[in-house]
């Protein structure tokens, strides 16, 4: 190869290096897949007003949740709702939410509930305090807390704490709006059936 084919290789090199964001960029949108992924989906997006649905609870699938739009009443602090439903095996309702505190945010009041709640912390220093005993949580720590337990956490570092929280207990367990008014209902097809014995119980008693 002389000089003169040289440099018309190498200008044909830099045309097509130019051309490849482009190209990168159609095939992440527009791909149907590769021999080791042949079918590619997308992540399913979490509510768009942060407020949990109303109605029955859809059963929950397997798949790729993002976070949806930001909520939260409390200043310097945020939360992000990833899901909330229900899982088939064994009957459980699951809710999943990220939590953003900043420096001097309070924390949200001493609280405990019928499900249980493990925090896993992204960034930050936190403190979860259950039954009166704090324990300081940094980045990469999980924190448990069971169902009935006093509880809160607080941002205790100079910079903001984040951290997703999973709920997850029985049908109901989970606080949800309008479960108490009977406005939420666990699918037909995934409550326990009733049998005759347990209405005459709940009559004598």
Same mark, same amino acid.
């Given at each position: ?50 407020? @949990?649905? @109303? ?32 899982? @088939? ?18 924390? !949200?009041?001493?609280? @405990?509930?019928?499900?249980? !709640? ?88």
């Amino acid at each position: 190869m002389d000089r003169r084919e040289f440099a018309g290789f190498l200008s044909a090199v830099v045309a097509a290096s130019a051309l490849l964001p482009e190209s990168g960029a159609a095939q992440q949108v527009g791909a149907t897949g590769t021999m080791e992924h042949p079918v590619m989906g997308l992540a399913t997006p979490g509510p768009e007003s942060g407020r @949990k649905p @109303k109605g029955e609870l859809e059963e929950l699938v397997s798949g790729v949740y993002s976070p949806g739009a930001g909520y939260g009443s409390a200043a310097k602090r945020t939360s992000h709702r990833y899901m909330v439903g229900m899982l @088939k095996a064994g009957n459980i309702q699951m809710e999943i939410h990220e939590t953003i505190q900043e420096v001097g945010a309070v924390h !949200e009041p001493t609280d @405990k509930h019928l499900h249980n !709640e493990i925090w896993l912390v992204k960034e930050g220093v936190c403190e979860l305090t259950t039954n009166g005993v704090t324990r300081r949580m940094v980045a990469g720590d999980v924190g448990l807390c069971c169902a009935g337990d006093l509880h809160y956490v607080r941002n205790a570092g100079d910079t903001q704490c984040t951290y997703f929280v999973v709920d997850g207990g029985a049908a109901g367990a989970v606080p949800v709006a309008g479960w108490a008014r009977g406005k939420y209902r666990t699918p037909a097809a995934m409550r326990p059936r009733a049998h005759w014995w347990s209405r005459v119980v709940r009559r004598v008693w």
